[in-house]
């Protein structure tokens, strides 16, 4: 059974900073790409980052770009999200995913495709 756990969230004034971690049991990382989903009140969820595992290939949403960075401990199963200079805006729902890559996929890597394995979500609240 695929589970996942997030942490790190919190209360934080703007231009702070939080480290979330992921970490997936029951699944292995080779051949995994894992998410940073977000959902904000009223707004629909969006990939706020993601990483491939065996290759390091990442996305970053354009808002977050340069302040927030995804990295993988494939030996630990574990995708940290480093969210720094955080802003009101990042306020949300931060939900891990998980899914497999399959050799068709489109040559740049994104958040695209579906994600099968999701945690429950860690709580944001930025606050200026």
């Known amino acids: 059974e695929v589970q996942i756990v997030e942490s790190g969230g919190g209360l934080v004034q703007a231009g702070g900073s939080l480290r979330l971690s992921c970490v997936v049991s029951?699944?292995?990382?080779?051949?995994?790409?894992i998410g940073w989903f977000r959902q904000a009140p009223g707004k629909e969820r969006e990939g706020v980052s993601c990483?491939?595992?065996?290759?390091?290939?990442?996305y970053y949403l354009d808002s977050v770009k340069g302040r927030f960075t995804v990295s993988v401990d494939n030996a630990k199963n574990t995708v940290y999200l480093e969210m720094n200079s955080l802003q009101p805006e990042d306020t949300g729902v931060y939900y891990c995913a998980a899914r497999r890559r399959f050799f068709l996929e489109l040559p740049t890597f994104t958040c695209q495709y579906e994600y099968n394995y999701w945690g429950q979500g860690t709580q944001v609240t930025v606050w200026s």
């Open positions: 029951g699944f292995t990382f080779d051949g995994a790409a």
């Open positions: 990483i491939s595992a065996k290759d390091g290939d990442s």
